[in-house]
Nanobody, 121 residues
Framework: QVQLAESGGGLVRPGDSLRVSCTAS????????VGWYRQASGKQREMVAS???????NYAHALEGRFTISRDNAKNTVDLQMNSLKPEDTAVYYC???????????????WGQGTQVTVSA
């Protein structure tokens, strides 16, 4: 069973930076993409950023420029660097990994348990 473990969340002040990590129980090169999502209290989960096995990145338009996703294949980690944090960035941040399992394009999706990021003065 594939497991994803998020770490690095915490309480920070507006304007601070924070880096959260997603560590997979198997090689991340076996995933077609790995991404970060977030869910604020009372809101739907939304995509923050994703990175493919070939290194292509995709960001939520409103977050591009402040957030950076990266991967370290040797460590099986995908990190999300968050800069200039705002109170509205407060949410539980989840890691999601997707693998294409057959030639028809069927996928298998894995989620982590999430890490809380709170931005408050």
């Amino acid at each position: 069973q594939v497991q994803l473990a998020e770490s690095g969340g915490g309480l920070v002040r507006p304007g601070d930076s924070l880096r959260v990590s997603c560590t997979a129980s198997r090689s991340i090169t076996r995933f077609d993409s790995v991404g970060w999502y977030r869910q604020a209290s009372g809101k739907q989960r939304e995509m923050v950023a994703s990175i493919t096995s070939s290194g292509n990145t995709n960001y939520a338009h409103a977050l591009e420029g402040r957030f950076t996703i990266s991967r370290d294949n040797a460590k099986n980690t995908v990190d999300l660097q968050m800069n200039s944090l705002k109170p509205e960035d407060t949410a539980v941040y989840y890691c999601k990994a997707v693998s294409v399992v057959n030639v028809e394009g069927a996928t298998r999706t894995y989620w982590g348990q999430g890490t809380q990021v709170t931005v408050s003065a």
